[in-house]
């Protein structure tokens, strides 16, 4: 089941188009995973829950998020990514966008109302 999972996250990157992932709530598990695995990532300021939490079980993340922690950003944050969902502590936007885990943080609520485009 395992490498069913990575095969369908590595397609992401085979597209031969641009990718992405909003991450607007939990991105834990397989959530993070699969947008690890997007050609660019986006999270909302107000998420407070980014991790890997299988490694607190004493499980290898199956989707392959530990060896794309590894390639996204540096070893250094893959081994500090998975020490801390062992702790059990999850990572804020903005501290996976000072680790190089989600490319950038967007704004969320009353802020994001600049973005949109008029209908």
């Given at each position: ?87 059990g502590t999850t ?29």
């Open positions: 089941m395992g490498a069913e999972g990575w095969r369908t996250f590595r397609r992401l990157t085979e597209l031969g188009v641009p990718s992405f992932a909003l991450i607007t709530g939990f991105a834990l598990g397989g959530g993070l995973e699969l947008a690890l695995f997007a050609g660019y990532s986006l999270a909302r300021s107000d998420i407070r829950a980014i991790g890997l939490p299988e490694v607190r079980l004493g499980l290898a993340p199956g989707g392959g998020g530990i060896h794309r922690l590894a390639r996204l950003a540096v070893p250094r944050v893959a081994y500090d990514g998975a020490g801390d969902s062992r702790r990572l804020t936007a903005d501290n996976a966008s000072r680790r190089g885990i989600v490319d950038q943080v967007i704004p969320s609520g009353p802020d994001l109302e600049k973005y949109k485009t008029p209908s």
